[in-house]
């Protein structure tokens, strides 16, 4: 088992250097200079090229890129993720302002989607043909190929703009005011919600089915134990394994699936904070979002495949 761990750690390690990599370079070969549109968006009149190539200097943006590379790795050795090409600022202290937003929105969302998509799941299986899972079923395709930015925009013009119920935008932490902040969740849950929800019924019957065709459930049956003995200690366990991946997938979009989510809702997260860095070219944001999102993918990777091992003992590492 420690093998196993400490060989997925040198895996995930060389994953982050070659991704770490990729976007660094990728970032600097997009056409646009950071420093000529932090010149644009100054209150100075007017800037000289010694001034420019000052301003270049302080961020270090005149060494040769493997130099920048290698500067910028060992600042995160040191637990720092640089200063802000365009406002100055520390890259961290931002991030760990944006990082509880993204992740109060999407775990709520993530619950969401496994309290209520297993079970709906599983009822499916066990109620095979029955109208309960026709509704279910098509639901959940409706809800998979729904396109969650346009299913945002509808929710605003009908509860916000029309109805007038909920805020048309914004985040209220929970600590401010409890009643706004829940008011304000309701439609990002609900947008980022659809899509684990749908894909947790639909994988979750899939594989209850294949269990339920299994010799051992047949042989449960047959000594007359109950549908819910049968379904909760028999089946359910053995078919979590691709329902576990999913769960691993959906946790990993957290951070990285926020995107459209925050833009719509106009939420102040990391995937706003993703987006807004892109377009002005503030790199070290774009690179610390980028690290940070891909060490949790790989940390939720690791995490499932461990999770495999308990819920099959027939699993074994190597």
Known sequence: MLTYIARRILMALFCLFIITLAVFFAMRLLPGDPIRMLVTQSTQQGFSEEQVASLRHQAGLDRPLAVQYVSWIGNVFRGELGNSILSRTPVSREIFKRVPVTLHIGLVAFVVGVVVGIPAGVVCAIRRGKFIDTVVTTLSNIGITMPTFWLGVMMIYLFALNLHWLPVMGYTSPLTDLGLNVKKMIMPVICEALFPLAAFARQSRSSMLEVMRQDYIRTAWSK?????????????????????????????????????????????GMGRLAIVSILNQDYPYVQAITLITATTVLLINLAVDLTYGWLDPRIRYS
Request: without cysteine; glycine residues 14%; aromatic residues 2%.
């Open 224 to 268: 007359g134990l109950r549908e819910r003995a049968i379904v909760l200690r028999h089946a359910l366990k053995n078919g979590l394994i691709p329902i576990i991946t999913l769960s691993g997938m959906g946790l990993s979009m957290i951070i990285g699936g926020s995107v459209i989510i925050e833009q719509v809702f106009n939420i102040p």
